[in-house]
């Protein structure tokens, strides 16, 4: 059975007129016909998530938890992304399951370049080519790189902004919509667009294979970020690069925002920075889009494999 039918007409109505009531911000109403749904059909999945996000709303935690666990134990891929639910709830880890990253952003494809760049005001790609652009100008070398990986490509927007300033560019993305864009691009080397999991395909790659790695906007989809620094330790060329953004938290840690995406702190950027043995070359407060119409405050990193520590 789909997300999109129970397989019961009945339920199917009454699930359609609770997302309603969820849409309209009647929560509790809404609960009581997802209750009503899954009387009808007790392992339908996204009926259960329905009921999680009314009861979360509705201000019953306890309800929330217990039908996104049960949503989990039907659907263990979650591509609803239950676990990012419950890790907002204060259950779980946290970790953003690959399948609905994926989702979320083959729904998005069609509408993603200019629902960010008129939307939001996305200016990632802008920010992270700045911040190389001051490392490479302090430390004295060319704003030029050989081969270069774009992590969570998206249609191409971090590839296009810096495309003069690399020979070859590889690039991965979850979602197979946004690789097509991508594609369309034709800012990728033939061969060097692939569908998949970015520390995949960071650990599929030969030792010293990148001069460059790029991740604008990316690293908020995942919460522990010690696994992609070690892989990225082992993927760069000495001297290369590795330069992201993410949104920030003040204190310490990770947590989930209530935007559903990971908010770092800087202490554990540094802490595991260093414990991947990479050199902080750049790290400063950034905003790379709005939300809401407010400004979403994070960093630009720019990490590297030089001594000394910060240029900047």
């Known amino acids: 059975m789909t997300s999109h039918s129970s397989g019961d007409l ?6 359609h007129y609770a997302q309603d009531l969820l849409t309209e911000g009647y929560f509790p109403e809404a609960a009581d016909l997802f209750r009503q749904v899954l009387e009808l059909t007790p392992n339908w999945a996204p009926a259960w998530f329905g009921l999680g996000e009314a009861e979360e709303k509705a201000g019953v935690p306890a309800a929330a938890v217990a039908a996104f666990q ?3 134990a039907l659907a263990p891929a979650d591509a609803q992304g239950a676990g990012v639910r419950l890790a907002r709830l204060g259950v779980a880890d946290g970790q953003m399951a690959p399948a609905y990253v994926a989702r979320l952003f083959d729904d998005y494809a ?7 760049l008129r939307g939001l005001n996305y200016s990632g790609p802008q920010i992270v080519m700045a911040a190389l652009e001051t490392v490479c100008s302090v430390a004295g070398r060319p704003f030029h790189f050989g081969r270069a990986a774009d992590l969570g490509c998206g249609t191409g927007l971090m590839a296009a902004a810096i495309a003069h300033h690399v020979d070859a560019m590889a690039g991965v993305d979850l979602s197979a919509a ?23 395909f960071l650990d599929g790659q030969s030792d010293a294979s990148f001069d ?6 990316v690293l908020v989809y995942l919460g522990d970020l010690a696994p992609v620094l070690r892989s990225a330790t082992r993927a760069l060329r000495d001297g290369g690069l590795f330069a992201f ?18 908010h770092h702190s800087e202490a554990y950027l540094r802490t595991t920075v260093r414990g991947a043995g990479l050199t902080v070359l750049l790290l400063a407060p950034c905003i790379t889009r709005q939300d809401a119409g407010k400004p979403v405050h994070g960093l630009v990193v720019v990490l590297g494999q030089m001594a000394g520590g910060d240029v900047v």
């Open 212 to 217: 460059l790695l790029l991740a604008a906007d």
């Open 178 to 200: 946004m690789v097509v864009k991508a594609a369309q691009s034709g800012l990728y080397r033939a061969g060097e667009l692939s569908c998949g999991d970015l520390l995949a």
């Open 245 to 262: 953004t993410v949104q920030s938290l003040e204190g310490d840690g990770y947590r989930i925002g209530h935007d559903l995406r990971f």
């Open 10 to 15: 009945n339920a199917d109505r009454r699930y």
């Open 70 to 72: 049960r949503v989990l």
């Open 110 to 116: 069609d509408r993603f370049d200019d629902h960010l």
